[in-house]
């Protein structure tokens, strides 16, 4: 035997039997081929989710594990349920004592037969258009998560399949005209919504809903604000919230349409029972309230004891002081 | 009856897709959807793992309980079925899954999902078994034939085991015994909520 390969044997000897740790060695004395691998406990310990690499085109397919699917779960089915039912029920309750405590706001003066304009058509249209799809995305919508506790034990499993198959449609479908409607109440309205000195005032006789005293108010006054403002940032929360939903996956990856979920849900059971108060006042609650949005056309006295200032302000635009006469307008 | 489960013994995949492949072909599955993929963790560096994942059949599975149609059941073997007469394709079972298994075909306007589609652990669905109309909608029912699923049947390295849980569990168990490692059973855990004690 050669001194090279002597020297070779010697190096193999002690390679061999470099001692190596315990937790390293198969029985076998073979190394542990796991003392370095990625363990899933760690991967979840470190990043709450477990990524990797696919062969398969669908590269959204690369999430291993994600357990937040069952945090998911537990909102879905737990704290969903309870805020909307809370916020729901809670405000129909409110609205039906006070129905019954104060019933509805009737005009202290009598009628005067004068009508003012308060809604040109362009307003209206856009009222009704954004309302009648937030009916449909409200009532869909709440499908998704009360249908299968309250509908589907009355009508069964298979009827219950078909609505709410065409329920996904509406709610896909309908939410375009509604984030038209937002943009165009946003552009109409934003200017007589934004606060002014007359608010405070209202905010602190609670718009004497309860003294049954009106604080002055112009176009519009504080409680109108707030339901406007409901409106707008509700509804772009919903509508930004909606697009992940309705692109899946392609705006962030599965973290992100879950935290779409959450958000699109809350803010939808929020504004659900802000806008039954809106319904409220606007229908059954107030005297008056309804013809502005439907003729456009308000009574001076409904008017002069609801947005006094508005009022006013209308009638001084005119060179010839308040023009608020009913009759049409002579042709020169 | 057996509690069915899939166990991916990570250290002995090879990433060679045969499961994926097997399973497409069994079952006809529609392109553009995989009901099992294989996810390479660490890849190219020390300690890169393979793990061939699907539907794990969860218990008290979080698809199941958000979905707004109640369209699952689970089979007496603890399979987590799905009906597709009842499937709106709203795409919540996705978003609970912790294993990305529900899939859908891409129908209709702006992102609607059509009817779900996920591994079914070769159990077919609600239609009679081994019936046309069950093939068509959700592949072979390999159980009511008394066999196994066919990605884990089919796996060269026997790293898929499918089949009862005390069974494959007591398998593994004597794998780790015998070599002296292994990394886990992955996504147990969070699906089975136990993991097997070695």
Known sequence: MSRSKVVGFAVLIVLVLLPQSAAQQAPDAAPNPTAQSVTEHELLRQLGRIDGRITIPDAHAATLEQPRGREYQAFHERTLPWIGGIAIIGMLVTLTVFYLARGPITLDTPLTGMKIKRFVWVERFTHWLTATSFIILAVTGLNYVFGKRLLMPLIGPDAFATWSQWAKYMHNTFAWPFMLGLAVTIGLWLRDNLPDRYDLEWLRRFGGFLSRRHPPARRFNAGQKLIFWSVVLGGLILTASGLVMLFPLSIGDIGGIQTAQYVHAVAAMLLVAIMLAHIYIGTIGMQGALDAMVSGDVDVAWAREHHRVWLEEEGARTPDGPQLGAGPIPAE | ?198
Request: glycine share 10%.
């Open chain 2, 1 to 198: 009856m057996a509690r069915m489960k899939f166990l991916c013994d990570a250290d002995r995949c090879i990433e060679c897709n045969a499961c994926v492949t097997a399973c497409k072909n069994e079952h006809d599955v529609p392109w553009g959807i995989n009901r099992r993929r294989v996810i390479t963790l660490n890849d190219g560096r020390p300690g890169e793992r393979s793990v061939s994942m699907a539907c794990m059949h969860c218990t008290d599975a979080p698809c199941a309980a958000v979905c707004p149609v109640n369209c699952f059941y689970t089979t007496a073997d603890a399979v987590v079925l799905h009906s597709k007469d009842l499937c709106i394709g709203c795409g919540y079972c996705f978003y609970a899954c912790p294993f990305g298994a529900p899939q859908y075909p891409r129908t209709g306007n702006f992102g609607t999902r059509g009817k779900m589609d996920k591994c079914t652990y070769c159990a077919g669905g609600p239609e009679p078994d081994r019936s046309d109309l069950e093939y068509v909608k959700y592949g072979r029912n390999r159980l009511a034939e008394g066999k196994l699923p066919l990605c884990a049947e089919m796996c060269s390295t026997k790293s898929l085991l499918a089949g009862d849980g005390e069974v494959i569990a007591q398998i593994y168990r004597e794998r780790v015994l015998q070599r002296g490692y292994g990394s886990g059973t992955w996504g147990w855990q969070t699906a089975y909520r136990e993991a097997v004690e070695i």
